[in-house]
């Protein structure tokens, strides 16, 4: 693991797992936190319904950084495209702008599953 902080985060829309190291010396990946996001309230207007989308995705991703203190290196993998946008949004955050980002596609699995495939990725 060479001193790295580094991390996966599994996505979909409304869901994230997120994986780290525990212990910076073991360097064993264990399941930090388990995030839902909120879902979108129907609106009569398209713009207040774009507005909240907007709103709490930005929220979602922020609760999700709050779990990657310090992180070097970051996975993110997934359904759909809320990965990229995701790393996007850690492009733009001054905290992150020097962490090295990859990503991939995957389906939803296992936190057993997800671990190895973590394991893998970051190693």
Do not use: C
Not at 66 to 94: C, D, K
């Amino acid at each position: 693991m060479n001193n790295q902080k580094q991390f996966g985060v599994w996505m979909d829309s409304h869901h994230a797992t997120i994986v780290g190291t525990e212990n910076a010396e073991s360097g064993t990946l264990v399941v930090l936190a388990h995030i839902n996001g909120e879902e979108v309230s129907p609106s009569s207007s398209n713009k207040n319904e774009n507005n909240q989308k907007k709103m709490l995705q930005a929220k979602f991703f922020k609760e999700i950084t709050t779990h990657l203190q310090n992180a070097t290196r970051l996975h993110a993998t997934g359904t759909g495209q809320v990965q990229e946008q995701f790393l996007h949004y850690l492009a733009e955050t001054p905290q992150f702008k020097n962490t090295k980002t990859e990503e991939s596609t995957s389906n939803k699995m296992s936190d057993e599953k997800l671990l190895a495939f973590f394991s893998d990725k970051l190693n």
